[in-house]
């Protein structure tokens, strides 16, 4: 396992088309920031100190949960691609349990979630302090790497179920490129999620990604927007935060961060073994 591990780190590292495509919906969702959408919605909130650093802390925080699944999905293109020219019959036949082969690749494209994710957020520390921004904090820092080491394993989870249908790359860069449009959606940055319709708000609330975004978020934006709301109405900030997609309401009541949590640990181990369950059926 330990070798095929390795493997699968190199080829996608060593496939410069595919570690960029893998990030193209990052790319994109920043550069719309950069150009118009990060102006239009700060012209929207008081001109207070520490607005510019609360808006580039939210859409940091945002890149960090969509970067987490598009890399992993990318990572996961190496085992479509295996299956596709027949490769994958060759680890059948090697003495290692199916089991581990499968292992394999959700280890491989885990790690490759992480080290993107780390390289994002380093990328997205700099760019914060930059245009005035603070340095997170080591606590903040701290909670940031574990929530990102959650969130890649979530993903890895739900993605290797999603890929365990696939047998060809034409569907998997059908399926990458839906998924990229989608993950700006349902973490509310190309429309915030206070914006949305109710039913569509619902699902957003629903959805792994969406939570691994809220609580970036509300660890980045922590600092800042203490600032921004210093000694404004509470009223104003929690409007902000819902609007925002910070704080997710559901029956009318905030979510905690333990629902958060549990829905993001609930999503690894159910997807998990269904993705088992998947791989397992297709190799009777």
Partial sequence: MKALFIRNLKVYFRDKASVFFS?????IIFMLYL???GDMWISNLPDLPG???MMDSWIIAGLLAVTSITTVMGAFGTMVDDRAHKIIKDFDAAPISKGKIVAGYELSSFVIGVIMSLLMLVIGELYIVSRGGAWLTPTALLTVLGLILLSAL?????VSFVVSFFRSQNAFSTASSLLGTLVGFMTGIYMP????PSAVQLIIKVFPVSHAALLLRQTMMAAPMAQVYAGAPAAMQQAFEQEMGVVFH???QPMSVATSLAILMG?????YGLSIL???RKRR
Avoid at 267 to 271: E, I, K, R, S
């Fill in 35 to 37: 150009l118009f959408l």
């Fill in 193 to 196: 999620v206070g914006m949305m």
């Fill in 250 to 252: 559901l029956g009318g």
């Fill in 278 to 280: 998947n791989f397992s």
């Fill in 267 to 271: 999503t690894a181990v159910v997807f």
């Fill in 154 to 158: 979530c993903n890895t989870a739900l």
């Fill in 51 to 53: 607005v510019r650093a």
């Fill in 23 to 27: 990030l193209l919906a990052v790319l």
